[in-house]
């Protein structure tokens, strides 16, 4: 298993927010796998595939390749004001608040993080209003993440200077809009998820305005998941008032335009909407359809959350660039003998930890087929070590293999343990890899 960083877990540890430690036990069963098969199971962290490792190296080296390296970047909303300070991305803020080490820069202070940081402080200190465009489960889980009491937050990975910008500078942080292009059947965030954001009192409320609802109270749903999600929406139609913090979901709304403040032309300040009808096509699917009508909501800052998508790390990869996956028909890339693909980046970024394991056996059961073709002449574990320490003779760029990472792992639980956390995160790649090959006993 290659990985860039030199933890592996990717999504798990750095996507599933950090108040959501039960989806993370997966990593548990993994451990006890790996720890079970040591003389079949490698793992190279800190070692980036289609830099340190092309695609042909690797075809060189094994008889079979799997790509899961999901989703890299973000889809923008391409509306004008987008540039604006205060249009910020739901993947970086998320990036953020689970303490996404920084890969290039090596301290603290001039970091990637680092600088979210100063920057996070900056917009939340001075944000009455904040809007969250889109409404699956990452959107919900940035709205719960700025308006979840603080100290629940705390016993949790969230590192704590992330933590400490959201107790000393969001307490005037008082809307927080969920906006959906489309009507209330058709958000995209599940009922769970849902369910948490009416449990955030008494810091924090969900309001839905019963208008929103009356469109589709005659509408028999029979989708029991759908009906349990409306069910909640039904239950959230009373503003509370003693609330530090009132989340509020908006439908029908697309925006078309971020505006500036009056008194600073480069900072977000208002958001213009579309307001948009529901069309519903051939297929049954629902459409929103611009109407006539626009509306202007006050807003400080914007989180754009309406999905990621995957890049081709290596160029002799077979790409869907509209789709944004690796070309394959069931896991199997396309005009190829040995790779497949699996997760996000085989199908797109949908469905939840249990639909990636779902997704990587219908990938190792095409890979079964297959296995009777495989020659056994290619260079294995040690050829694709040789070509990493030729291209990389940087010690920063130094492999860092599972036991490694379980001292990383080690000394953040250790860490976190002083202050009651489940961990305080290691920071920076470059910290990671001199706990990883720090002499044993230090
Ligand atoms: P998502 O579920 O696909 O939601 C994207 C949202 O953005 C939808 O509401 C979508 O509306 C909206 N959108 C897309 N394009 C838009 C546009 N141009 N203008 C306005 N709105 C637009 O994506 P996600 O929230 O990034 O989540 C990705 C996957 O990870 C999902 O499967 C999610 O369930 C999963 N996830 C799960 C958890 C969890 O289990 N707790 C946490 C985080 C993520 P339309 O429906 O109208 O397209």
Redesign the pocket.
Known sequence: MIEKLPTPYGLVRY???PD?PE?KNVINDFEKLVLSKKDQFTFLGNVQFGKDVTYNDLKKCFDVIVLCYGTDAE?K?NIPGEHLIGVES?RDFVNWYNGFPDLHEQDHVTSAHARLTRKYKDLLSTSESACI?????????VARILSKDRDELQKFDIPDHVLNILREHTDHLRDVYL????GPL?????T??LRELTKLTPRAGLYIDPNDLEQIKDIEIKDRAKKRLIDIMKNQVTKHDDVTTNVQMKFLH??VEFLPKDDQSDRLGSIKFQLNNLVVDNDGNAR?VGTDQYVTLKCDVAFR????KSIQVDKDIPFDEKKGIVCNVNGKVDNTSSTYVSGWLKRG?????L?NIYDAQETVEEIEKHLEQADDNKGGQQELLKIITQRNASPDRRVVVFDEYLEIDKHEKKRGSVSGKIRDKVMTVREMIDIAHRPQGD
């Open positions: 996507g599933v927010a959501h989806v889809i909303l739901a465009i889109g409404q699956g489960n990452v959107a919900l889980d906006i959906g292009r489309r058709q958000s995209a965030c599940t769970k998820e697309s925006p929103a959350s309406i999905g990621y970024p949908t469905g939840v930890i639909s």
